[in-house]
């Protein structure tokens, strides 16, 4: 393969801003340094913009197999790898869910074969396959998860305390969580019920998914982890109730609890309701906007690690009808990068936070190896960005198979313009340059 230089590029790594150059070999970073040369490299001029490590999305759903009317690995991929995501873990809630080893193999050799990003899958858990799940490779598995999965016909494993025991004391792999309690939902369901005789408005979606049920199941689960000290991740924390419950901490590679917020969670309030109404029920639910404040200032502080997209797409037939009727979810993926960078435009959170908390971070929690920083001998996945091109989120710019996005309308500031994946060039200015396929991501051994 023929070496690629990359010049005048301003390289966000680290926690720092600098230019540079960057020679990649055999889908490697090769050199870091300036004014490289090298006669037989393909020049790519940066000409000034940002150039940051790809992000690493530690959770999507991208419905294949079973839901691919929805989105599968191609389609979901694609649109990933436009909106600078290198890497992604998937979701076991597929169909079938993914319970065994070998289901879970079988979407490895699916995604090596359709993929363009590089990708892990989770091994789901719920009451009936907990030998099965704990016998995981932690070296070539993201982790063990119930997110999309119910623990049993009624309630998530969050609900759960004698199984979460058993799980945690035995588990030696990452365990990922959704982290609500469903007795409080029901309870704020009867009510909100009877209240409106029965037609419920979107915007009670967040009252019934409360910040009381979020921060119940939370302190339970903390609880139950805290005699066993197993590695425990919380997906999605909704709420700045919840977020104070994490202490600020940098030293990532020894926290043996973290965090991770979305991207709805951090653009989106309840206010948005009125305009967006089922586009934007996710599970948690979007809240207030002093919870996606404190969000962001968790975030900073170190209490939450990571951000995320949740990447959920729902046919458009899904997402219509009353709040009941409506799914859960929604396609973001090509878009969470650009949605941060937005955010940094607004002076809300700096780019070099959205690098730690977009790559990094996932790399460190995570235990990837060789992924998540721009660093020399690492893979070559990076992505650069230009952060004065305006352009608007339409629905013809959209890759999800859906066909749909709750963020169409939005003006944005900053863009992708070209996606790098294992040192391919993958995507330039909304054209995929090349069909070269991700790799399957690997974890260091550990407990």
């Given at each position: 393969?023929?070496?690629?230089?990359?010049?005048n590029?301003?390289?966000v790594?680290?926690?720092?801003?600098?230019?540079?150059?960057?020679?990649?070999?055999?889908?490697?970073i090769?050199?870091?340094?300036?004014?490289?040369?090298?006669?037989?490299?393909?020049v790519?001029?940066?000409?000034?913009?940002?150039?940051?490590p790809?992000?690493i999305d530690?959770?999507v759903?991208?419905?294949?197999?079973?839901?691919?009317y929805?989105?599968?690995?191609t389609?979901e991929?694609?649109a990933?790898?436009?909106g600078?995501v290198?890497?992604?873990?998937?979701?076991?809630?597929?169909?079938?869910?993914?319970?065994?080893?070998?289901?879970?193999?079988?979407?490895?050799?699916?995604a090596?074969?359709?993929?363009?990003?590089?990708?892990?899958?989770?091994?789901?858990?719920?009451?009936?396959?907990?030998?099965?799940?704990?016998?995981?490779?932690?070296?070539s598995?993201?982790?063990?998860?119930d997110?999309?999965?119910?623990f049993?016909?009624?309630?998530?494993?969050?609900?759960?305390?004698?199984?979460l025991?058993?799980?945690?004391?035995?588990?030696?792999t990452?365990?990922?969580?959704?982290s609500?309690?469903e007795?409080?939902?029901?309870?704020n369901?009867?009510?909100?019920?009877?209240?409106?005789?029965?037609?419920?408005?979107?915007?009670?979606?967040?009252k019934i998914?409360?910040?009381?049920?979020?921060?119940?199941?939370?302190?339970?689960?903390?609880d139950?982890?805290?005699?066993?000290?197993?590695?425990l991740?919380?997906?999605?924390?909704?709420?700045g109730?919840?977020?104070?419950?994490f202490?600020?901490?940098?030293?990532?590679?020894?926290?043996r609890?973290?965090?991770?917020a979305c991207?709805?969670?951090?653009?989106?309030?309840?206010?948005?309701?009125e305009?967006?109404?089922?586009?934007?029920k996710?599970?948690?639910a979007?809240?207030?906007?002093?919870?996606?404040?404190t969000?962001?200032q968790?975030l900073?502080?170190?209490?939450?690690d990571i951000?995320?997209?949740?990447?959920?797409p729902?046919?458009?037939e899904?997402?219509?009808?009353?709040s009941?009727?409506?799914?859960?979810?929604?396609?973001?993926?090509?878009?969470?990068?650009?949605?941060?960078f937005e955010?940094a435009?607004?002076?809300?959170?700096?780019?070099?936070?959205?690098?730690?908390?977009?790559?990094h971070?996932?790399?460190?929690?995570?235990r990837l190896?060789?992924?998540?920083?721009?660093?020399e001998?690492?893979y070559?996945?990076f992505?650069?960005?230009?952060?004065?091109?305006?352009?608007?989120?339409?629905?013809?710019?959209?890759?999800?198979?859906?066909?749909?996005?709750?963020?169409?309308?939005?003006?944005?500031?900053?863009?992708?313009k070209?996606?790098?994946v294992n040192g391919?060039?993958?995507?330039?200015?909304?054209?995929?340059?090349?069909d070269?396929k991700?790799?399957?991501?690997?974890?260091?051994?550990?407990?």
């Amino acid at each position: 393969m023929k070496k690629q230089l990359l010049v005048n590029a301003k390289i966000v790594n680290e926690g720092t801003s600098f230019f540079s150059d960057v020679l990649i070999h055999h889908g490697r970073i090769e050199k870091i340094a300036t004014h490289i040369s090298d006669p037989n490299a393909n020049v790519f001029d940066i000409n000034g913009n940002y150039l940051i490590p790809g992000m690493i999305d530690d959770q999507v759903h991208f419905r294949d197999p079973g839901l691919t009317y929805k989105g599968n690995l191609t389609t979901e991929s694609r649109a990933a790898v436009a909106g600078g995501v290198t890497s992604f873990m998937d979701m076991p809630n597929t169909v079938p869910n993914t319970l065994t080893r070998d289901l879970l193999e079988q979407k490895y050799q699916a995604a090596a074969q359709q993929s363009l990003a590089n990708y892990s899958f989770f091994m789901g858990v719920t009451a009936g396959n907990l030998e099965e799940a704990l016998r995981v490779d932690n070296e070539s598995v993201c982790g063990i998860t119930d997110d999309g999965l119910y623990f049993n016909e009624q309630q998530i494993l969050a609900n759960n305390p004698e199984y979460l025991e058993k799980l945690f004391s035995r588990a030696e792999t990452l365990v990922a969580l959704h982290s609500e309690d469903e007795s409080i939902i029901d309870q704020n369901y009867e009510r909100y019920f009877t209240e409106t005789k029965g037609q419920i408005p979107f915007a009670l979606h967040a009252k019934i998914r409360s910040t009381e049920a979020c921060v119940t199941a939370t302190k339970r689960v903390l609880d139950i982890q805290s005699k066993y000290q197993n590695r425990l991740h919380f997906f999605h924390i909704s709420t700045g109730e919840e977020a104070m419950l994490f202490p600020a901490s940098t030293d990532y590679r020894n926290k043996r609890v973290t965090a991770e917020a979305c991207i709805h969670h951090l653009w989106f309030t309840e206010k948005d309701y009125e305009k967006r109404g089922g586009d934007i029920k996710w599970n948690p639910a979007i809240k207030t906007e002093f919870d996606r404040v404190t969000l962001i200032q968790a975030l900073k502080e170190g209490r939450i690690d990571i951000i995320a997209s949740d990447h959920a797409p729902h046919s458009r037939e899904e997402k219509q009808g009353t709040s009941e009727q409506v799914k859960s979810g929604a396609p973001i993926v090509q878009h969470t990068l650009p949605l941060l960078f937005e955010l940094a435009s607004r002076g809300e959170i700096s780019v070099e936070q959205i690098v730690e908390k977009t790559s990094h971070r996932v790399a460190d929690i995570y235990r990837l190896k060789e992924r998540g920083y721009l660093r020399e001998g690492y893979y070559a996945d990076f992505v650069e960005i230009r952060p004065n091109a305006p352009w608007d989120i339409t629905s013809s710019s959209l890759l999800y198979k859906c066909g749909w996005a709750p963020v169409v309308g939005e003006r944005l500031s900053a863009k992708v313009k070209r996606t790098f994946v294992n040192g391919n060039l993958v995507f330039q200015e909304d054209v995929f340059m090349s069909d070269a396929k991700g790799s399957r991501l690997f974890f260091e051994k550990s407990r």
